[in-house]
């Protein structure tokens, strides 16, 4: 099975994005494809591949795909966009079996676990958060972000589920049309978007959170799908990405497939990297520890200590936004 994995970004160049693309070169069975418009500095990974391009230019061939007036008129607007990549892309995509989209805060580990859920046969898609997701690449499945299950009679799906009471959200369901029409963020590659579309037409779907997805709202590096101890943190090794803890029953070590950071400010403590760099990833940010034995101590009393700036960073913009909406409402 050939996989490509695509993203579409444009502005500065992402926070350790030198880290990343290593991570990419350690899963040479899948390609990336990347879309950007800024100048590629660091090596290049043969598995991955840089299409120079302007946001002006993706407008442009995103707008071609459509008979209404699409509204991307912001990068983060791609987010919406992403489930129509295998139509809108296919001619870079027609040697691949299966296509998927990522996002650059993130880090890999070892995607086999990936790999063995693709050559399963049996799914249709892989994953449903965001920034992680792979389609089987058909001209059926390229065209599901295109059905349209707006009318409010269509509640089931052919197993005879009810929708509402699986996708409990507002009754609502977003048809292709009014989302990419829209300046809103209506987070159409995940849950009550492109997932909810397979789910109606019954089409299957690996839905288990198998990554190491970080609570952006915490101080540590918190898991949202899975169990947590205080103070761990991440090891990545060779293309492995493994979670450790002191505190942890018999001090085990559990690997993913991926850390995906949402976003979050980390600092970069690392000269240069290569295929012997080891590196620390805790709430703090990343951590050449290449000589695990001389600092192994330090990162684990490191990782037990909060960050509070983390906290300040989430917190501080919804209150201002809350106080702004709250003065424009009594004013």
């Known amino acids: 099975m050939k996989i490509c994995i695509v993203n579409l970004y444009f502005g500065r160049v992402p926070d350790y994005f030198d880290l990343f693309l290593l991570s990419c070169s350690k899963n040479k069975k899948i390609d990336f494809l ?25 407008i442009k061939l995103f707008q071609s795909h459509f008979d209404f007036n699409i509204a991307l008129n912001f990068p983060y607007k791609l987010t919406d966009f992403q489930p129509s990549i295998g139509d809108v892309f296919k001619d870079y995509l027609k040697e691949y079996d299966w296509w ?12 086999t676990q990936v790999l063995e859920l693709v050559n ?67 987070a159409f590659d995940e849950f009550w978007g492109i997932d909810r579309l397979f789910y109606i037409l019954n089409l ?3 839905r288990e959170p198998i990554m190491a ?18 103070g761990q943190y991440f090891v990545w090794r060779d293309g ?6 002191l505190l942890e029953k018999n001090n085990t070590t559990d690997s993913y497939p991926y850390i995906h950071l949402q976003k979050r400010k980390l600092a970069q403590h690392y000269a240069s990297l290569n295929s012997d760099t080891v590196v620390v990833i805790n709430q703090f940010g990343f951590f050449d520890c290449t000589k695990w034995h001389n600092y192994h101590y330090f990162f684990t009393v490191l990782s037990c200590i909060p960050n509070f700036a983390q906290k300040y960073r989430y917190y501080v913009p919804r209150l201002i936004k809350r106080l702004t909406i709250y003065k424009f409402n009594y004013k």
């Open 100 to 111: 998927g989209h990522c996002d650059f805060d993130m880090i890999f580990g070892d995607l």
């Open 34 to 58: 990347f879309f950007v418009d800024f100048d590629v500095t660091f090596d290049v990974p043969t598995n991955v591949t840089f299409v120079s391009s302007t946001f002006s230019e993706i």
């Open 120 to 186: 399963q046969s049996s799914y249709d898609k892989i994953l449903r958060q965001g920034h992680l997701t792979l389609y089987k690449n058909t001209a059926t499945i390229n065209q599901v972000y295109r059905r349209d299950f707006s009318n409010e009679d269509v509640v089931k799906n052919q197993n005879g589920l009810d929708i509402h009471r699986a996708y409990p959200h507002d009754g609502k369901y977003m048809s292709h049309e009014n989302v990419l029409s829209s300046d809103g963020i209506y």
């Open 240 to 245: 492995i990405l493994m979670r450790r803890s």
């Open 213 to 230: 997805d970080i609570s952006y709202k915490s101080m540590f590096l918190k898991m949202t799908a899975h169990p947590n101890f205080f």
């Open 204 to 206: 299957s779907v690996y």
